[in-house]
């Protein structure tokens, strides 16, 4: 069984190695559309086998976060450009996932760090959790004219949320929590300590859920106005 286990990996790093060496024929730093092109496709195919290989680190470490999964996708999104942006650098010595894994935990880890000074991992029990980005922080974003700082219009694009966008975020285990939901009770004034007993989830999880997709919800509601 151990050989058996043993051979898969090495088949799989010989197809990635493949793959890396598609990607290295076309060189980044050539105008030519056509091998632009070619190069983003070689890319593409890489990430594909790279994400379905079944070998990417569960970065166990860190499976009690509140949203572990967002933390995970963030993360594993910064290693994957990581690696489009720094595959010349490759040294084909090592295994091609002994790399992107070891990428991936130093990427975890920076983001975690970045969030855990921003307090959004670890809460005080029963404080207040400050938000980073507020609706006032919205209001901000949005302002184009004095029209559009109106809370009463902001509220009406949150409430038609015409794309459904805002209703399909979900908090992963709470079906009923979503974006839409979350920022409806914000805008009617509530905290979040209000928001956490209202909705039956700890405060960090929708706090960091709010908090994470801030600048996407900011590009959404552009939109219409």
């Not at 043993?6 to 056509?34: G, M």
């Not at 509140?66 to 295994?95: M, R, S, V």
């Not at 790399?99 to 809460?123: A, H, P, S, Y």
Request: aromatic share 8%; charged share 25%; glycine share 4%.
């Amino acid at each position: 069984m151990s050989n058996d286990f043993h051979e898969r990996d090495n088949d799989l790093n010989l197809q990635l190695q493949q793959l890396v060496k598609e990607v290295k024929q076309f060189s980044a730093t050539d105008d030519s559309p056509v091998i632009r092109a070619k190069r983003r496709i070689a890319l593409n195919r890489l990430i594909n086998a790279i994400q379905f290989s079944g070998r990417l680190s569960k970065q166990t470490k860190w499976l009690g976060l509140p949203n572990y999964p967002d933390y995970y996708n963030e993360a594993l999104q910064k290693t994957l450009i990581e690696i489009c942006n720094g595959i010349e650098q490759y040294n084909p010595q090592y295994p091609v996932m002994a790399w992107v894994n070891q990428t991936f935990k130093w990427r975890f880890d920076d983001l975690i760090t970045k969030e855990q000074k921003k307090g959004l991992t670890q809460v005080p029990k029963n404080k207040e959790m400050s938000p980073i980005l507020s609706l006032d922080n919205l209001h901000e974003e949005l302002i184009i004219d004095d029209d559009i700082s109106d809370e009463e219009q902001l509220k009406q694009i949150i409430e038609a949320d015409t794309e459904n966008y805002l209703t399909n975020e979900i908090i992963q285990g709470h079906p009923q929590v979503s974006l839409k939901v979350i920022l409806m009770l914000l805008l009617a004034g509530k905290k979040w300590k209000e928001i956490s007993e209202e909705l039956g989830v700890p405060m960090t999880t929708a706090s960091s859920f709010y908090q994470r997709r801030m600048r996407k919800i900011i590009a959404y509601v552009k939109k219409y106005i």
